[in-house]
């Protein structure tokens, strides 16, 4: 069992930025692939980007390469999102995710637990 815990959310103009933290918790941290999803009012649940288990490879959605940047310290068990140049559309409730596979980690059916969430809200 992991246990994912996302931090960093908040209330940001639209040029701004955040950076969003997830601490995990339970088995070791470093065997799983991780991602970051988002989820806004009435859509569908969505890649935003993910990481190896080594943090060699990363994956970007194409709504947010160049803007949003993943990594991951496997010393403090935690991933990151930098987020910048955020723009309203990217308003969105942001789920991390843990995959013991490292197969299609764009993919929502590929992860194995998730975190509660925290908020994106991006105001014009």
């Known amino acids: 069992q992991v246990q994912l815990v996302e931090s960093g959310g908040g209330l940001v103009q639209a040029g701004g930025s955040l950076r969003l933290s997830c601490a995990a918790s339970?088995?070791?941290?470093?065997?799983?692939?991780m991602g970051w999803f988002r989820q806004a009012p009435g859509k569908e649940r969505e890649f935003v980007a993910a990481i190896s288990w080594s943090g060699a490879i990363t994956y970007y959605a194409d709504s947010v390469k160049g803007r949003f940047t993943i990594s991951r310290d496997n010393a403090k068990n935690t991933v990151y999102l930098q987020m910048n140049s955020l723009k309203p559309e990217d308003t969105a409730v942001y789920y991390c995710?843990?995959?013991?596979?490292?197969?299609?980690?764009?993919?929502?059916?590929?992860?194995?637990?998730w975190g509660q969430g925290t908020q994106v809200t991006v105001s014009s």
């Open positions: 339970g088995r070791t941290f470093s065997n799983y692939a």
């Open positions: 995710a843990a995959a013991r596979k490292e197969t299609k980690i764009t993919t929502v059916r590929v992860y194995d637990y």
